[in-house]
């Protein structure tokens, strides 16, 4: 079973930047999707982000994208997400998430393993 431990959260204010970062273990990932969700309190939980393993494509939500990078370490077993040019809408609590082999879509990823969430708050 894969655990997933999330760092990086913090408060920015608005046009600043953050790392996420989120290492595995348990098991290896370096075969599997990687990526990250955000959930406002009281919405759903959303994509923002994933990484397919082996150099393939990566997947952005239309908001975050030329924002937000996703990267991945396959064997350090880690996945991070560099957040540039913060807006107080991106302000939610971010998870890490892996699961499946590939996607061709946002809609194609589908965890089997969540973090536990790492809060990121941006000031107007």
């Known amino acids: 079973q894969v655990q997933l431990v999330e760092s990086g959260g913090g408060l920015v204010q608005a046009g600043g930047s953050l790392r996420l970062s989120c290492a595995a273990s348990g098991r290896t990932v370096s075969r599997s999707i990687m990526g990250w969700f955000r959930q406002a309190s009281g919405k759903e939980r959303e994509f923002v982000a994933l990484s397919n393993w082996g150099g393939g494509a990566s997947y952005y939500e239309d908001s975050v994208k030329d924002r937000f990078t996703i990267s991945r370490d396959n064997a350090k077993n880690t996945v991070s997400l560099q957040m540039n040019n913060l807006k107080p809408e991106d302000t939610d609590v971010y998870y890490c998430?892996?699961?499946?082999?590939?996607?061709?879509?946002?809609?194609?990823?589908?965890?089997?393993?969540w973090g536990q969430g790492t809060l990121v708050t941006v000031s107007s």
């Open positions: 998430a892996a699961g499946g082999h590939w996607a061709r879509s946002a809609g194609d990823f589908a965890p089997d393993a």
